[in-house]
C-alpha cells in the first residue's frame, strides 16, 4: 500500500482534494475499529482516538465502551455501556466494511471485556492494538481487579501489541501471590509476554530521568529501546494517541517495529505542539500539522 509521507506520518500536506492523492478505486482509506470510553474534553478516549486515526489517514470506526463524566483535570464518574450494545455496534460495522486495525482502550466491565474477546476472536488475523487505561492521567481508578483478571485471561492473549505505561505494566503484570511483589520492567514485559500477546511497548514517562525511555519487547527480550526529551507539562490522551497512532500504521502496512518507532515520533510531536483549553492538563495537538510552517 502506498502512500503520502510527510517525515514520519502519512497524511496530506495541504488541503487540497484528496482524490488526487487516494482514489477510491486505487487506495481507499484503511478503517480501523476502535473500542473506547468517550471524553468531553476531546483530549483523551474515543475523541482522541479518531482525531490520531483521521490524522494518520485511516478511517475511524468508534465503538462507545463508556460515557465519562470528565474534564481537563480528571475523571468524576463513569457509566459502563452494555455487553450487547458494545456488542452489536461492533458487529454492525465489522460485517458492513473490511477493518485493517483494532484498537482497544478504556473498556468499564468485565462483561464487556468478554463481549469484546468474543468479537476479535473472530478476527484473528486483524492486527490488535491493546491500551489498558486502568486510571485517567490524575490518577482516578478505571479498572477494578476482576477486570483486570479478565483482561489477563480474555484479551492480552489476542493482543498484536500492549501499550501500557510502565505503572499499568507492573500492575498487569504483579503477581498476587508474592508479598511486595515489585518487578523491573523487563521482568513485567516478560510475564506480560507469557501471558500471550505478540510485542509489548512499555512507556516510560512515570520514570524518573530528564528522558523518556519507551520499549519494544517480543518473546525474544528487547526489539528495540527509544528516548525523547522530557517535555515540560501533564498531558491528557497521550497514550491514547500513541496507541491509535500504531493501529493506523499498522492498517496502513508497516510492522509492528516500524509502527512502533513512527507512532512515538508522531505522538512526541502532538505533545510539543500541546494546548491547554482548560484548568487541567495540556491537550496533545493531534493536527499539528495543519497548522504547521510551509517550510515544515
Known amino acids: 500500500m502506498t502512500y503520502v509521507r510527510i517525515g514520519f506520518c502519512p497524511i496530506l500536506p495541504t488541503l487540497t482534494p484528496h482524490a488526487k492523492v487516494f482514489p477510491m478505486s486505487i487506495a481507499p482509506m484503511p478503517a480501523v475499529l476502535v473500542f ?7 483530549g483523551a478516549g474515543l475523541q482522541a482516538d479518531i482525531l490520531t486515526l483521521a490524522s494518520m489517514g485511516c478511517h475511524p470506526l468508534s465503538v462507545v465502551t463508556a460515557v465519562t463524566v470528565q474534564d481537563t483535570v480528571g475523571v468524576d464518574d463513569f457509566m459502563p455501556m452494555d455487553a450487547d450494545w458494545i456488542a452489536d455496534q461492533a458487529r454492525s460495522v465489522l ?12 473498556i468499564g466491565s468485565v462483561e464487556a471485556v468478554a463481549a469484546i474477546a468474543e468479537i476479535v476472536s473472530d478476527y484473528p488475523d486483524i492486527p490488535l492494538v491493546l491500551d489498558p487505561v486502568l486510571t485517567s492521567g490524575r490518577g482516578d481508578p478505571l479498572a477494578n481487579e476482576e477486570l483486570l483478571d479478565a483482561l489477563r485471561d480474555l484479551l492480552l492473549p489476542q493482543a498484536s501489541i500492549l501499550t501500557p505505561n510502565s505503572l499499568e505494566a507492573r500492575r498487569l503484570a504483579e503477581n498476587p501471590d508474592e508479598e511486595n511483589d515489585d518487578p523491573e520492567l523487563s521482568e513485567c514485559a516478560r510475564r506480560l509476554i507469557d501471558m ?10 512515570h520514570e524518573q530521568g530528564a528522558q523518556v525511555s519507551n520499549t519494544l519487547y517480543n518473546t525474544r527480550g528487547v526489539v528495540h529501546r527509544l528516548n525523547w526529551d522530557r517535555l515540560p507539562g501533564s498531558y491528557h490522551g497521550s497514550g491514547c494517541t500513541l496507541a491509535s497512532a500504531i493501529a493506523a500504521l499498522l492498517a496502513l502496512g508497516q510492522d509492528v517495529s516500524e509502527a512502533v518507532k513512527e507512532a512515538q515520533e508522531y505522538t512526541y510531536q502532538t505533545l510539543k505542539n500541546a494546548y491547554r483549553p482548560g484548568m487541567g492538563q495540556f491537550i496533545p495537538d493531534r493536527l499539528y500539522w495543519v497548522r504547521g510552517d510551509d517550510e515544515d
Open 196 to 205: 500471550g500477546c505478540e510485542y509489548i511497548l512499555i512507556t516510560g514517562a
Open 36 to 42: 473506547a470510553g468517550t471524553d468531553p474534553t476531546g
Open 95 to 106: 460485517e458492513d466494511m473490511p477493518v485493517a486495525a483494532i484498537k482497544i482502550g478504556m
